[in-house]
């Protein structure tokens, strides 16, 4: 299995620019999510999906959007990049069994390093 | 979810045992406790996790104190590789409920020095 896979590793765009970062799994998981990573900070919540067709908002989700069509993947859209946006880019995805003693152990992708400038 | 406490940063020297600790005074009896590390750059890796009794696996030990409030992780032999940022987060159990929204602190830079 390759895991959590992130797609493109390094970034650069202009204030105003559009991108999509892409984000697949290949462990059938359910959930899956989209975390920001800002220096000397945790991880911060942007967006998130319990399904194919589901999603929901985190933390600090203005200015991104998400889809999920497919178990598989969940894409994280700028939709007008700003320089606030400039941050390290996490998913993330997990198991969803309601099977007592079940974990839902996160499992983290490589990362996009995105600057806007 | 309950909120966590740990110490900013910790070192260690190679070879010893690193005691990272984390203070969860307002979990509740379902909560289960996690550790997470990211090694610098990398996403976070998932080490262990425990509800009340001690864990141990291949990586770590994690002791929970008998009213739940603290949580220590050990890394048994700490190696220059084990250096990265230690993430203690609790979370409901899976299955009394839906997705649960994980909340990363900032943890606690570990430092092993040869």
């Known amino acids: 299995n390759a895991g959590v896979t992130q797609t493109p590793k390094f970034q650069v765009l202009k204030t105003g620019q559009s991108m999509t970062l892409q984000c697949a799994q290949d462990m059938n998981h359910e959930y899956m999510s989209w975390y920001r990573q800002d220096p000397g900070m945790g991880l911060r919540l942007i967006h998130y999906?319990?399904?194919?067709?589901?999603?929901d908002q985190g933390e600090v989700p203005n200015g991104y959007n998400v889809s999920r069509s497919t178990t598989e993947d969940f894409p994280l859209r700028l939709l007008s990049a700003a320089p606030s946006q400039t941050s390290v880019y996490f998913c993330?995805?997990?198991?969803?069994?309601?099977?007592?003693?079940?974990?839902?152990?996160?499992?983290f992708g490589p990362g996009t390093r995105l600057t806007v400038l | 979810d309950a909120k966590t406490t740990q110490p900013t940063s910790m070192d260690c020297a190679e070879g010893r045992a690193a005691n990272l600790p984390c203070n969860h005074s307002?979990?509740?009896?379902?909560?289960?406790v996690y550790w997470y590390r990211q090694i610098h750059s990398q996403g976070p890796q998932y080490i262990i996790h425990g509800l009340k009794n001690n864990e141990t696996n291949e990586m770590a030990s994690l002791i929970i104190t008998e009213d739940r409030k603290s949580s220590t992780l050990i890394l048994p032999h700490a190696t220059l590789r084990d250096t990265a940022v230690y993430y203690c987060?609790?979370?409901?159990?899976?299955?009394?409920?839906?997705?649960?929204?994980?909340?990363f602190g900032t943890g606690t830079k570990l430092q092993v020095i040869p």
């Open positions: 307002t979990i509740s009896g379902n909560e289960y």
């Open positions: 987060i609790v979370r409901v159990a899976l299955w009394t409920g839906g997705y649960q929204k994980v909340t």
């Open positions: 999906s319990v399904g194919a067709g589901i999603t």
């Open positions: 993330a995805s997990s198991y969803s069994s309601k099977s007592s003693g079940a974990t839902d152990t996160q499992y």
